[in-house]
């Protein structure tokens, strides 16, 4: 009997959190790709108050912009590649983004691919205005590090955090430089 996929698209992953778990036998979804339970967007909003617009940068097949859609928020949706999204703003290479798709107060809300994580924070963080913050659903473990701490912590330490599970949580910081 063939194995099903799942919603995430992968037929190994399972949910023990919000976020999805990479932890697979031997298939590994391109470029990283795990989607996150749309009731995160729920949970987040329930201690967290995002700017009313939202740029979703890996938005994958759009589980959390539909979500925010729905609580009404504006979100322009983007991801490096067209994953079949209704609602898809275009591909970007959200790593090599030189300018943001807003003007004003937005924020940047995603599920970032764990292996870039870092990455997407800081360029979240160079993106945004002065007090617009990004918002990252990542596993804890995150958290850990001395190079992280090097790296993006020490200059630019969280403004503070919300974990779902003991797996799944949102980081938020704040831009400072922009």
Same mark, same amino acid.
């Given at each position: ?29 391109? =470029?990283?790709?795990? &989607?996150?339970?749309?009731i995160? !967007? #729920?949970? @987040?909003?329930?201690?967290e108050? /995002? ?30 590649? =067209?994953?079949?999204y &209704?609602?898809?703003?275009?591909? !970007? #290479?959200? @790593?090599?983004?030189?300018?943001? /798709? ?7 809300l ?66 400072l430089?922009?």
């Amino acid at each position: 009997m063939a194995r099903q996929k799942d919603w995430t698209g992968n037929g190994n992953s399972v949910w023990k959190t919000l976020g999805a778990s990479n932890h697979t036998g031997n298939e590994r979804e391109q =470029d990283d790709y795990y &989607a996150t339970d749309p009731i995160a !967007i #729920d949970k @987040l909003l329930t201690v967290e108050r /995002p700017h009313k617009q939202i740029w979703e940068c890996a938005c994958g097949a759009g589980h959390l912009a539909e979500r925010l859609k729905k609580q009404g928020y504006e979100v322009i949706s983007t991801d490096i590649r =067209d994953r079949g999204y &209704a609602h898809f703003d275009g591909e !970007i #290479d959200f @790593l090599s983004a030189q300018n943001a /798709p807003f003007s004003g107060d937005f924020d940047i809300l995603t599920n970032p691919p764990y292996k870039y994580g870092k990455e997407f924070v800081q360029k979240a963080l160079e993106l945004l205005p002065i007090g617009c913050r990004c918002y990252m659903f990542l596993k804890l473990t995150f958290l850990e590090g001395k190079a992280r701490f090097q790296q993006l912590y020490k200059d630019t330490p969280p403004r503070g955090y919300s974990c779902f599970q003991s797996e799944c949580f949102v980081l938020r910081m704040a831009s400072l430089t922009r």
